[in-house]
């Protein structure tokens, strides 16, 4: 099995930073692609951003010039920075992972838990 576990979420005024992390633990054979998404209550859950193990990125109109996805290969680690933080960005945060298990295996979607991101104004 895979696991992810998120970390950096908390409280923070507008037009400040937060850095969530992600990493992926377990049986891994090969992470692809990660990403973050959000949900506000009730809202459905959309995209933030993206990376593939390349390093190619897609974020989410809302965010594009405020968040920057990166990740580390090595630790199966994928960060978001969040910069200039508004209360629209008041959400849980998920990681997630497409990830395989062996060279064979198909390539299944892994969440974390989701950490609180809140931001006042």
């Known amino acids: 099995q895979v696991r992810l576990v998120e970390s950096g979420g908390g409280l923070v005024q507008a037009g400040g930073s937060l850095r969530l992390s992600c990493a992926a633990s377990g049986s891994i054979f090969r992470v692809n692609d990660m990403g973050w998404y959000r949900q506000a209550p009730g809202k459905q859950r959309e995209l933030v951003a993206r990376?593939?193990?390349?390093?190619?990125?897609n974020y989410g109109d809302s965010v594009k010039g405020r968040f920057t996805i990166s990740r580390d290969n090595a630790k199966n680690t994928v960060y978001l920075q969040m910069n200039s933080l508004k209360p629209e960005d008041t959400a849980v945060y998920y990681c997630?992972?497409?990830?395989?298990?062996?060279?064979?295996?198909?390539?299944?979607?892994?969440w974390g838990q989701g950490t609180q991101v809140t931001v006042s104004s």
């Open positions: 990376i593939t193990s390349g390093g190619s990125t």
């Open positions: 997630n992972a497409d990830a395989q298990i062996g060279p064979l295996a198909v390539r299944i979607p892994y």
